[in-house]
Nanobody, 118 residues
Framework: VQLVESGGGLVQAGGSLRLSCAAS????????MAWYRQAPGKQRELVAA????????HYADSVKGRYAISRDNTKNTMYLQMDSLKPEDTAVYYC????????????WGQGTQVTVSS
């Protein structure tokens, strides 16, 4: 499974961005997907997660009400709509996919930079 993120960039506080994560390869084995982020000098943290069918989502408290995770399994793509962005949202955002087939495997994208200016 290969994951490629896109949609990052520079935005002013209060603005919006939409991240995309396109999956390729053995996509039929992908179950849960998630977005993580890592700010300079900080540990990588879970931002939002979504179940295989898209019916269950989970958000970090820091982004609840501002971010929305979704996925389109027909396009093998996951999204993260980010609204009301704050400077503290600045980080590299990573796409994560859990593959369940012969064993369980965890896949990561290369990351996309999101910078929110005050």
């Amino acid at each position: 499974v290969q994951l490629v993120e896109s949609g990052g960039g520079l935005v002013q506080a209060g603005g919006s961005l939409r991240l995309s994560c396109a999956a390729s390869g053995s996509t039929s084995s992908i179950n849960r997907m998630a977005w993580y982020r890592q700010a300079p000098g900080k540990q990588r943290e879970l931002v939002a997660a979504i179940s295989g069918g898209g019916g269950t989502t989970h958000y970090a408290d820091s982004v609840k009400g501002r971010y929305a995770i979704s996925r389109d399994n027909t396009k093998n793509t996951m999204y993260l709509q980010m609204d009301s962005l704050k400077p503290e949202d600045t980080a590299v955002y990573y796409c994560n996919a859990l593959s369940v087939g012969v064993g369980v495997k965890n896949y990561w994208g290369q990351g996309t930079q999101v910078t929110v200016s005050s």
